[in-house]
């Protein structure tokens, strides 16, 4: 594959497919077992079965931390989670999910498809591409 | 990576990196106790304090920073970087000259150069 056809890939070929995904009335504990028996750091909010936002593992912590008095079993994941995450197509291509990331300061984007979350591309995704990009750099300079 | 001139001690209070945070505009505060890098404190490690008053004066940068951060030198090379940062599950690394912080390499630099890399590729 040349390089210049990477860009053009779609988001979906660099994705992590198939996330776990937790109800917006779900509690912030439920939540955080979900993000530790998984190995994720961020979970696609779901209301009725649409994708309403999206918490991380930083998301719950900033909103305990806030109501230190009240207990994680009783906070609603709704409260905790960015509402109006970024949504992108799973044909998308990954350099213009990429540009719109960098222009607005985006960490994560959640990708549908027919109004399923089918992936999710993160700053960890993000990280995986960027090496893989300059391995290829070093190997083949004169690409 | 980001340069960075600015850290903030372990003491300190939250307010004190709130003023920091906001006079320089900045997204990311190596922390020092004495004059070794203890931890690293994020502008959205503080977004639990909005609506809550008189926490910031209180709560000390060491009960919210990540401590032991992931450091690297200015010459580490950019891919083993990436792939430390994706394999240890860490948004930044601090970049430490001589026991001297110099700067903070963060997933929002990655996307810099991860944007940069793929449209000089996609004009190729």
Redesign the interface.
């Given at each position: 594959m040349t390089?210049?056809s990477?860009?053009?890939r779609p988001i979906a070929a660099f994705m992590t497919p198939s996330p776990p995904t937790i109800d917006c009335g779900c509690s912030i504990a439920e939540a955080r077992e979900v993000i530790a028996a998984e190995?994720v750091?961020h979970l696609p909010v779901l209301d009725r079965g649409a994708l309403v936002g999206v918490a991380s593992a930083?998301d719950l912590?900033?909103?305990?931390?806030?109501k230190p008095n009240v207990e994680p079993e009783v906070l609603a994941v709704a409260e905790a989670m960015k509402p109006q995450p970024f949504i992108v197509d799973p044909a998308m291509p990954?350099?213009r999910v990429?540009?719109r990331?960098?222009d607005e300061?985006l960490?994560v984007a959640v990708v549908v498809d027919q109004a399923h979350v089918v992936g999710v591309f993160n700053?960890?995704d993000?990280?995986?591409?960027?090496?893989e990009?300059?391995?290829d750099e070093?190997s083949n300079p004169l690409? | 990576m980001t340069e960075t001139p600015f850290t903030v001690g372990a003491s300190q209070t939250l307010a004190t990196a709130q003023q920091i945070f906001a006079r320089h505009r900045i997204r990311h505060l190596p922390v020092l106790s004495g004059n070794q890098l203890v931890g690293l404190l994020s502008s959205r490690d503080l977004g639990f304090l909005d609506g809550v008053t008189g926490l910031a004066g209180v709560m000390k940068v060491a009960e919210v920073m990540t401590p032991e951060p992931y450091t690297v030198e200015p010459r580490a090379a950019l891919d083993a970087v990436a792939r430390e940062m994706s394999r240890r599950k860490i948004g930044s690394a601090v970049v430490v000259d001589h026991g001297r912080v110099v700067g903070v390499f963060t997933t929002v630099d990655a996307l810099r150069v991860l944007s940069g890399l793929l449209a000089e590729e996609a004009e190729a």
């Open positions: 390089a210049a990477r860009s053009e190995g750091r930083c912590d900033r909103l305990q931390l806030g990954v350099s990429i540009a990331m960098v300061g960490n700053s960890r993000a990280l995986r591409l960027l090496s990009l300059l391995d070093t690409n | -």
